[in-house]
């Protein structure tokens, strides 16, 4: 794990939320700046760093009514806090998935974990999806899991299958992985490519969901083994992902080029933007006052 002197993690978290100005003022908050601290120590995507602090701003303006530092305090003394917090997030969004509402308690999970508040690394609730894009795309189940879990994650295919029981599950308060399949967010350390210190990201609250059922009807991996899918499997697999990887990026790229063909074609018949306005809709300064005197008449 790469230490990273307290100022230049500061800084390298702004880098991070550059362009985010609520971002950048959550930042201001040390407890804040401590869940960007500790992953960027870890090694965890940029991206998910962005994600952990959007959805801890949307926590601290909806629970805690911008005033982390009073929740923390209450939490800190009353153990009850930290989850009644996240259940009354989950009451004000009823009806969105058990995966939207896994998202949305991302952040406040880290932040109460990395400021040494203890809190149940476990699905908090939501409605039960149905949806399966994946399953219409005739992907077996080890395709699948090797897809989900590039999708997000930032590893490749290889970096994964360095992840084995060990490697899986909670954070602790400064970002060491404690195993837990069970655990939600579902925390990994992979092995980079060309790399000699590991690195952390995140599993999707979907493959969390599918490896722990292939985990409960196949059984735990021996010691040191992937737990994905075993080395056998891999090759057949890593081909089947690639190959869905490849339509998905396939089909995305058609539509795009679809929705460019489309407003070509519009504005070459309609004309460039501002090309037909005629004027007429400006008001004169003369109506906007007449206007203006009116709405002071009937407000009297």
């Not at 057949?236 to 995305?252: H, M, N, R, W």
């Amino acid at each position: 794990m790469a230490v990273i002197a307290g100022n230049s993690v500061a800084e390298a978290a702004k880098t991070i939320v550059v362009g985010r100005q609520d971002l950048l003022l959550l930042l201001e908050n040390p407890s804040a700046l401590k869940v960007a601290q500790v992953l960027i120590e870890i090694g965890v995507p940029d991206s998910v760093v962005r994600a952990a602090l959007s959805t801890l701003l949307r926590f601290s303006i909806e629970v805690a009514e911008n005033d982390l530092d009073q929740l923390l305090s209450r939490g800190a003394l009353d153990p009850k806090v930290p989850l009644e917090s996240l259940q009354e997030m989950a009451g004000l969004h009823r009806g969105i998935s058990a995966a939207q509402l896994a998202l949305l308690a991302f952040g406040p999970k880290l932040w109460w974990t990395f400021s040494g508040v203890e809190i149940p690394w476990r699905p908090i609730g939501g409605t039960v999806g149905t949806s399966d894009e994946l399953s219409k795309n005739s992907i077996g189940e080890d395709g699948k899991l090797l897809l989900l879990a590039v999708i997000g994650s930032g590893a490749t295919f290889s970096e994964l299958m360095t992840v084995s029981q060990e490697h899986l599950g909670a954070l602790n308060f400064d970002g060491v992985i404690k195993p837990d399949v069970f655990a939600e967010p579902l925390a990994i350390s992979y092995l980079p490519s060309g790399g000699a210190a590991r690195k952390v990201t995140f599993l999707s609250f979907a493959l969390r969901n599918l490896l722990i059922a292939k985990l409960e009807r196949e059984g735990m991996p021996s010691e040191g083994e992937p737990i994905l899918i075993s080395w056998k499997q891999f090759a057949a697999a890593e081909l089947e992902a690639a190959q869905v990887s490849t339509s998905l990026i396939k089909a995305g790229n058609d539509v795009n080029v679809a929705l460019c063909r489309a407003t070509g074609d519009f504005f070459r018949s309609w004309g460039m933007p501002g090309s037909r306005f005629q004027g007429s809709e400006i008001t004169s300064e003369w109506e906007i006052v007449q206007g203006q005197k009116h709405m002071q008449s009937s407000d009297k």
